[in-house]
C-alpha cells in the first residue's frame, strides 16, 4: 500500500467521521468503502465488544459472532489477515453454520473481515457486510487494507486519551454493551463454583442449546429468572 | 584488469549479496535490532576493508549513543567524541551529510579527537548518517588504519547498508511503541470486564442488585486502600474472597445516592 492511498482514505474517513461523531467510525467505513454494512470489534483475550456497528441488522450479526465463537471475525483475528467469503458457499456454510443461518435471515450476501493490526499487534476486527454476493472490487480492498490501518491508530489513539488503567469513553461500547453477560458470568461463576471464563462457555452453551441470543440469557440470569445447573448436582443447587 | 583485482571484486560482490540477503533474514517478526546492527558493522568491515566500525544512535532526548561498535577501541573513540563534543561523526549527525575520508592529521578540524585517533592507529575516518526521510537517527562510521580514500562506489555502499540499519531501527521503534499501546487497550478492556463480572460475582452471593454489589466493591476497595480494579480482578482471579467483599463494612449512604 502506498502513502498517497492512506492519506487519501484517512482525509475520506475524518470527514466522513467528522460529519457524525455520534454514530461514529461506522458510518464513516460504509460510506468510505461503499459496502452495506460494518461493524468493529475490539477483542482481547477471547472478549470481545464491537465499538461501533453501522445498523441493528449488523449488530446482530456481530453478536452471533461472540454467542457462537465463530464467524469471520474471529478466523480474522486468529489468523491475523483478510478473510473473504464473497458468498455463502458449502465450505462457508461448513464453517461457520449458525453464523451463516443468520446472516441469511438478516440479508446478507457476502461478508470480509480485516484484522485491526499495525506493526505487529492486533486489536481488532473491522467486518464489512454485503446484501449481493460478490468479491469486493481490488479497489474496495486496497481501500479496506488502508482503512484498517488508520483504524487501528484511531483505536490506540482514543485508548491513549484515556487516564492510566481506564477504557477511553469511546470504547466503552465495547465492555458495556455485554455488560450483562459479563455480570451474568460472574454470577454463575459462583452458582457453580467456576471461573468467570468458563461461565462464559455455560452460558453460550445454553444460548446455543435452547436457541436463544447470548444477551437474553445474560439478562434472564441477571434477573434471577434463570439459574444454570451444575451437571454434577441437581437442578437449581448451585455452588 | 588483473586476474587478482578480478577476483577480489568478484569476491566483494558476493559478500555484498550474502550481507544483504542475511541483514534482510534478520528483520523477521521478532528481530533484535542490536542483533541487526551487530552484523552491519562487522560487515561493513569486511566489505570496505576498514579496521573497524561503530554505530552511533540518538535517544529519545537527541543524544547520541554508542549502539554497537566492532571493538572496544573504536567503543572508546565513539563515546571520545560525545564526551568532547567534537569528531567527524558529530559533524555527520549534525548535518546529515556523508564525512568523507577526513584524514585525522594536524590539519584536522577536531584537534582532540584526531590525535586521540591516530594513537589508537586510525589516521582516516569515514562517517555514513543513519537517515530516514528528513530525519537524521545517528551514524555509521567507519575507522581505517591506513590513510585509504573509499571510492564513490564504496561509499555508496555504506549508505545503502546504513538505509537499511535504519529501517531496522524505525521498525523496531515502532513496535515496541505499538506493543506498549496495545499491552494499556488490553488492560483496559479486561480490566472493565473485570469489574462487570465481579459486580455480578458479589451480586449473587449477598443476593443483592448490581449497584449494591459495585457499591461493596467500591467500599472494599477503599477500605483496604486498594485500586478498584486490582480488586476486581483479584476477585476474578479468586485471590480475594468474595465474602469478605459481599459483607464489606460500608459507611453510611451519602445525601444524594449516586447511580452507576
Partial sequence: MNAEQSTRIAVAFAREAAKSPRSGLCAAVVDVLAVSGAGITVMG??????????????????????????????????????????????????????????????????????????????????????????????????????????????????????????????????????????????????????????????????????????????????????????????????? | MSDDTRQRALNRQALTATTFVEIVDTLVDDFDVIDVLTVLT?????????????????????????????????????????????GPCLDCFNTGNVVLNASLDASSPWPQFAAESARAGFPSVCAVPLRLKDAILGCLNLFMSEPVLLSDAEVALAQALADVASIAIVQDQATREAAIREGHLQHALTSRIAIEQAKGMIAERGRVDMDDAFSRLRAYARNNNRGLTEVAESLVAGTVDVDSITHVRRPPPPPTARQR
Fill in chain 1, 45 to 239: 483475550d477471547g472478549q470481545a465488544g464491537p465499538v461501533c456497528v453501522s445498523s441493528r441488522r449488523m449488530a446482530e450479526l456481530e453478536d452471533l459472532q461472540f454467542t457462537m465463537g465463530e464467524g469471520p471475525c474471529q478466523d480474522a483475528f486468529r489468523s491475523g489477515r483478510p478473510v473473504h467469503a464473497p458468498s455463502f458457499d458449502l465450505s462457508v456454510i461448513a464453517r461457520w453454520p449458525s453464523f451463516v443461518d443468520q446472516a441469511q435471515e438478516c440479508g446478507v450476501g457476502a461478508v470480509f473481515a480485516y484484522p485491526l493490526a499495525a506493526n505487529g499487534v492486533k486489536i481488532g476486527v473491522l467486518t464489512l457486510y454485503q446484501d449481493d454476493e460478490g468479491e469486493l472490487s481490488a479497489a474496495q480492498h486496497d481501500d479496506s487494507m488502508a482503512l484498517v490501518e488508520v483504524l487501528t491508530e484511531t483505536v490506540l489513539s482514543l485508548q491513549d486519551a484515556a487516564p492510566e488503567g481506564a477504557l477511553a469513553a469511546g470504547l466503552e461500547d465495547a465492555v458495556t454493551y455485554r455488560a450483562e453477560i459479563h455480570q451474568a458470568s460472574g454470577m454463575v461463576s459462583i452458582q457453580l463454583g467456576i471461573p468467570a471464563t468458563e461461565a462464559l462457555l455455560r452460558i453460550r452453551a445454553y444460548a446455543f442449546a435452547n436457541d436463544q441470543p447470548v444477551g437474553n440469557v445474560a439478562a434472564d440470569i441477571v434477573a434471577r429468572r434463570l439459574r444454570l445447573t451444575d451437571d454434577r448436582h441437581e437442578p437449581g443447587e448451585g455452588g
Fill in chain 2, 42 to 86: 562487522s560487515r561493513s568491515v569486511e566489505l570496505l576493508e576498514a579496521a573497524a566500525a561503530g554505530i552511533l544512535l540518538a535517544d529519545g532526548d537527541g543524544h547520541l549513543r554508542v549502539i554497537g561498535a566492532s571493538t572496544e577501541q573504536v567503543q572508546l573513540l565513539e563515546l571520545f567524541q560525545i564526551q568532547n563534543d567534537e
